[in-house]
C-alpha cells in the first residue's frame, strides 16, 4: 500500500459520491473516510496516549445497498472496503466487510460495528505474513459525533487476527485512530 494507492481510493471515492443510482434513488457511495492510527495498541509497554505513534494512513469508503433489513434492525447496514499504512515502514493491509451504524434519534451521536476479513500488504508482496494465515479475521467498532450535517468525526478501533488457524500461533494486531468521515 502506498500513498499513490490512497490516493486513487479518494478520487473514486469523490467521483462515485455523486452518481445516483435512479431505480434505487440513492448515491452509490455513502461516506468516504480518512484518518491517522496506531497499531498494537494492546501491546504490553505501548502507551496509547502517545502522539508518535500516530503513523498509520487509513482510508475507508462506505457504499449503500438495497437494505431491506431496515425494516428488522435499526440503522444502517453498508458494506465497507479500506486500507491502512504506515509510510515509515512501507506495510499495511486492506480489509473489507460490512458495517451496521446506528444513530441516536436526537443527538448527533453514533456508534458502529463491523465485521469483515483483512489481508496484509506482506502477503500481496512477498506472500509472506506476521499471521499464519493469508487473509484474517477483522473486526472493528467507532464512536462519533456529526460536526457538520454530512461530516462527522470519530474515534475507532481495529481488531485483526487469525485465531492460529494456519499452524502458526495467534498473534493478533488491535489498532485504534481518529478518522473524518464525509457523507455524501
Not at 121 to 137: I, T
Amino acid at each position: 500500500m502506498s500513498y499513490r494507492h490512497l490516493i486513487h481510493m479518494l478520487v473514486v471515492a469523490l467521483a462515485l459520491g455523486g452518481l445516483t443510482v435512479p431505480s434505487l434513488g440513492q448515491t452509490l457511495l455513502l461516506e468516504a473516510r480518512g484518518g491517522l492510527g496506531m497499531r498494537d495498541v494492546g501491546q504490553p509497554g505501548t502507551d496509547l496516549f502517545d502522539p508518535t505513534r500516530l503513523r498509520d494512513i487509513n482510508a475507508e469508503l462506505l457504499v449503500s445497498i438495497p437494505n431491506p433489513a431496515t425494516l428488522l434492525l435499526p440503522g444502517e447496514l453498508r458494506p465497507h472496503l479500506g486500507a491502512s499504512f504506515d509510510p515509515g515502514a512501507g506495510d499495511g493491509y486492506a480489509y473489507g466487510g460490512l458495517s451496521w451504524t446506528f444513530r441516536a434519534p436526537v443527538v448527533p451521536v453514533f456508534v458502529e460495528a463491523g465485521l469483515g476479513a483483512a489481508v496484509q500488504s506482506d502477503v500481496l508482496n512477498n506472500g509472506g505474513s506476521r499471521f499464519g494465515c493469508g487473509v484474517q479475521a477483522q473486526a472493528q467498532a467507532s464512536i462519533g459525533v456529526d460536526v457538520l450535517p454530512n461530516v462527522a468525526v470519530m474515534a475507532s478501533v481495529q481488531h485483526i487476527r487469525d485465531f492460529g488457524l494456519c499452524g502458526q500461533a495467534d498473534d493478533p494486531m488491535g489498532n485504534a485512530g481518529l478518522r473524518l468521515g464525509v457523507r455524501f
